[in-house]
């Protein structure tokens, strides 16, 4: 147990340290953990709500700042190029992002095309029937690319490495909202750049 807990506090520290210098990305990462406890509220008594809130809000956001707002150049603070991040990244790196992203984007055009979804669904007869099916579709997505994640861990790492890493992306909402709570006050004082210090990680 000890190990296991020990291994977590690594990944979440340099999912942190590298991922997570500005304080724009900080600020959307509390926007989006707070909508994802919202989906995770919402699970099991409207799962197609908490699919359409994980995706359309806390998603967007959360991947809205990594891509258009963290510092993509050499890492002075952890003597790092952006290269090396991606390659050593657990979990999904931008490059695999993309792809989840473009297969998320997909599926509304699927479901414009082929309304059964291959034989899932009955064929919508209106508006709310197409979010309804568009929204399971989602859901299905989102476990499948935590699950496919994980066993592809267990695959080239080992298997802890991918237990760990499925433990610290379904308890990421919590630790973000009391990693990143300060991050809009620091905006708003100026700070766009987290000074990084070790203190910030726990």
């Known amino acids: 147990m000890h190990s296991f807990l020990r291994a977590l506090q690594i990944q979440r520290w340099d999912d942190h340290r590298y991922y997570h210098h500005s304080r724009i990305n900080q600020s959307l990462h509390l926007l989006s953990a707070l909508s994802f ?3 995770y509220a919402l699970l099991f008594s409207d799962p197609v709500g908490a699919a359409l809130v994980g995706w359309l809000v806390a998603m967007v956001s959360r991947q809205a700042g990594h891509f258009f707002f963290e510092p993509k150049g050499y890492d002075e603070v952890n003597q790092a190029t952006h290269e090396y991040k991606e390659e050593i990244k657990v979990g999904y790196n931008l490059q695999r992002k993309i792809v989840l992203l473009a297969i998320w ?3 509304p055009l ?3 095309f082929d309304p059964t979804c291959f034989g899932a669904f009955e064929p919508h007869a209106n508006r709310d029937q197409f979010i309804n099916h568009m929204g399971w579709m989602w859901l299905v997505l989102g476990v499948g690319g935590v699950f496919f994640r994980t066993f592809h861990l267990f695959i080239i790492k080992d298997v802890q490495t991918g237990c760990v890493w499925f433990t610290k992306i379904l308890t990421d909402p919590f630790h ?5 709570w300060r ?3 620091a905006l708003l004082k100026g700070e766009l750049i987290d000074p990084m210090s070790e203190k910030t990680a726990h």
């Open 105 to 107: 984007g997909a599926a």
């Open 183 to 185: 991050a809009p006050i």
């Open 176 to 180: 973000d909202v009391m990693l990143y």
């Open 37 to 39: 406890l919202t989906s």
């Open 110 to 112: 699927i479901l414009f």
